[in-house]
């Protein structure tokens, strides 16, 4: 590495709550002289930086992008060949389709120094603040992450045999295409009385949970103008969110028979 250039933290913020980031990540940005940070970050997490500090959004939206990941990279070895602390901020954990390793190879390819800072991923603690444990015994022994949303030009998520390879499944960026998805899931095996939950900006004390099973979430969806973004989850850990209290109290809770 170039002992000349500064050096790039890829932070992770955690899902949403503020009081979830790391002990490290709170010390990073206290002496960060450039963050760059991203849709879903809680914005609370940026009265850490000093007043000299400059903030940048670089965040992304559904078919809004303030800045394309190639221009962001960019961004990251400029700021980087000023010999500044740089601080990229985002959401949940930078490995878990946080495009990281994006980031990564670039700063490698031009001998910039860089540290990752894991956070904690919204497929874990959004579901728990809402009572709904990934795992469980005797009810899901397994858990998958994946993403309802596939780089361009990458084949389709294999949802006819995921169907029977996981107990739970956890589907980031997978609302628009949810009654795809659970139709899929039903044509590989799962049972239409599946429990499904979708979470809305889940850790947040605006949070709220709509449940159906896969044979009802679109209807649900439509009836209830359910909208991105949120999570995703498949599974009978969803009905655990019946007898374990939501970690913020005031939640919505949208519940749809399972028929």
């Known amino acids: 590495m170039n002992p000349e250039y500064g050096k790039v933290w890829l932070v ?18 206290q002496k960060a002289d450039v963050v760059l940070y991203d849709y879903l970050v809680n914005k609370e997490l940026l009265e850490y930086c000093p007043v000299s500090c400059e903030l940048l959004y670089v965040g992304k939206k559904k078919d809004k992008h303030t800045f394309p990941q190639e221009e962001l990279n960019e961004l990251l070895v400029e ?17 878990v389709f946080g495009r990281g390793v994006e980031e990564i190879v670039t700063l490698i390819k ?21 009572g709904i444990p990934v795992t469980a015994r005797h009810v899901a022994s397994s858990v998958t992450f994946v993403t309802g949303h596939p780089a361009k030009g990458k084949n389709s ?39 499904v939950a979708l979470i809305r900006w889940g850790t ?10 896969l044979k009802t979430i ?42």
Not at 14 to 23: C, E, K, R, W, Y
Not at 79 to 95: C, S, W
Not at 230 to 241: D, Q, T
Request: charge should be neutral; glycine fraction near 10%; charged fraction near 20%.
């Open 79 to 95: 700021y980087a060949n000023k010999g500044k602390t740089i601080v990229r901020l985002k959401g949940g954990d930078p490995f």
């Open 218 to 259: 679109g209807n649900a969806m439509a009836d209830q103008g359910f909208t991105p973004p949120a999570l995703m989850v498949i599974g009978e850990v969803v009905n655990f969110s019946k007898q374990l209290k939501p970690i913020i109290q005031s939640v919505k809770h949208k519940e749809l028979a399972h028929v």
């Open 157 to 195: 998520v294999d949802w006819q045999a995921l169907a029977k390879a996981s107990d739970t499944l956890v589907v980031y960026m997978g609302v628009t295409n949810a009654e795809r998805i659970a139709n899929e899931l039903i044509a590989g095996g799962k049972k239409a009385e599946t429990p």
């Open 204 to 213: 947040y004390p605006q949070q709220e949970m709509l449940t159906a099973t």
């Open 12 to 29: 992770g913020a955690g899902p949403g709550d503020a009081d979830l980031i790391s002990v490290k990540a709170v010390k990073l940005l």
């Open 110 to 130: 031009y001998g910039i120094d860089y540290e990752v800072v894991p956070g904690i991923t919204s497929g874990v603690a959004v579901p728990a603040y809402m």
